[in-house]
């Protein structure tokens, strides 16, 4: 089966890696002022670490005109 997904063409040719070739990648995050690889977690931290929201600008400025607007029900002023 022929795979033409551009993330697995070897560099100048059409050729798929095979699992053997790709390289994992290892995911860190920022903890209490230092980084460690999320893989150094345990069940618990990782299960945290998976349930995390990113914080953007765009969802914070929403989110601060609906509470000053009095949308929000549990914003403390």
Known sequence: MKNDDAST???GGDFPLSDAERQPCEIWTRVMGYHR???SFNRGKK???YERRSFTENAAADHGARSHRGDDAAHIH
């Open 37 to 39: 690889p999320v893989s």
């Open 47 to 49: 299960g945290e670490f």
């Open 9 to 11: 063409k070897k560099a």
